[in-house]
């Protein structure tokens, strides 16, 4: 009995003493790690849905808000693709309130991660360092600090839910590596950097899967392998182009020349593709039980590459997109009107 007692005992005090520690450990992360923690604004220009069909399509200036985080001490923040890719303008908010303009310099939509160059960097701020996620398994501790609906630098805490290998998962991002969490995860959180422990960056958060949107313990993040990969190693072309896939019945539908498209939904003001005179969509539609914008042009081939509207596009066409320096061609064969059409850009 004497034994028994002892042992519920020292379980007890191991477990009050524990958490302590642990709390400890996470604010010791939390401030050395959150002032390179940015709350990303965007501005946009977005269509309003008119009550009458017929009525000319009317747009709107709207704001965006994202999460990134601080990776070089020049004023890189990588972030998430989808939160900067059709923006208008973007500016980074650091935790001291500090708001910094800043435009998008690299972005891979297909992997949805991109990096945003900022105009000025606050002082004696130390940028997080790129950790190795194919060193991150199940179970493993992770930290999430973004800015969940706008709250900037709330952390949350959890573990590595799973690991997803390309083409497991149902989605747009079948074709990258992505690491699930149960950290909480909202709206706002998109770009914020998954870190482990030693406060390295592991992934950046791309998206949820709830039924009511908010969290449900069901967060996934792009790997930092992945990124290494996509944006660091190799620079990929921001266009400015935020699209919509088109293939089966949906390429039927749109009655496009070939079997797949990407349909233009918005177009960043001054970006690649606006200079292109690439047109985004002007009609809020539902199909297939998804809501997209029509009414844009469709992307039939970058660079001679045929799209199919399907997650092997990026690995088909950014390898070539990459080659590109200043002086080449980028070359895009749109649908518009019902008529093809070769359209150009420079790069400067």
Known sequence: MRCTYCAVISAVLVLCLGAPGQARELRELYRATAPAIVLIKTMQTDM??????????QFTTSGGLGSGALISADGRVLTAAHVVQSADTVAAVFQDGTLAPARVITSAPFADVAIIQLETVPKNIAPLKMGNSDEMEPGDEVIVIGAPYGISHTLTAGHISARHKPKTLQGNLQSVELLQTDAAVNVGNSGAPLLNMKGEIV???????????????????????VVQQVLLEQKALWTGIDFFPLAGNLARAFN?????????????????????GLKGGTMQVSMDEQEFLAGGDVILEVLGIAVAGDEGDGQRIMPLMRRLKSGDKLTVTILRDGKKKKISYVLP
């Not at 309003?48 to 399509?57: A, E, I, K, L």
């Not at 992934?203 to 392998?225: D, E, K, M, P």
């Open 203 to 225: 992934g950046v958060v791309s998206h949820i899967v709830s039924q009511s949107g908010g969290s449900q313990g069901l967060g996934f993040a792009v790997t930092s392998s």
């Open 48 to 57: 309003v849905q008119t009550s009458r069909p017929d009525d000319q399509p």
């Open 256 to 276: 496009l020349p070939q079997g797949g498209g990407l349909l233009v939904q918005r177009v960043a003001a001054d970006s690649p593709a606006d200079k292109m």
